[in-house]
């Protein structure tokens, strides 16, 4: 069975890469792990550094100590494919 919370989230991440950002916004205040990854990826795409420190901060990560933003897409993508 599909879990609709991580069906959402892959959708959400697509829109980000056609530059809609807005649904992983909103996921992100569900307060859901995979939604945080999800809004810190959000804010390196859009270059918007200072928020996407704010959402590491929250996770307790550091951006500096991120990978790169297209491997950290890739590895929710990969948490999300285990997760239907």
């Not at 996921?27 to 990854?37: F, H, I, T, V, Y």
Request: include cysteine.
């Amino acid at each position: 069975m599909t879990n609709p919370r991580a069906s959402q989230l892959a959708e959400a991440i697509e829109r980000l890469l056609a530059n809609d950002g807005i649904p992983l916004m909103c996921c992100a205040r569900s307060g859901r792990p995979d939604c945080l990854a999800g809004s810190r990826a959000r804010h390196r795409v859009e270059g918007d550094l200072a928020n996407a420190r704010y959402w590491y901060d929250k996770a307790g990560l550091t951006i500096e100590d991120a990978c790169s933003v297209e491997d950290e897409i890739n590895e929710l993508r990969e948490y999300l494919a285990h997760d239907r």
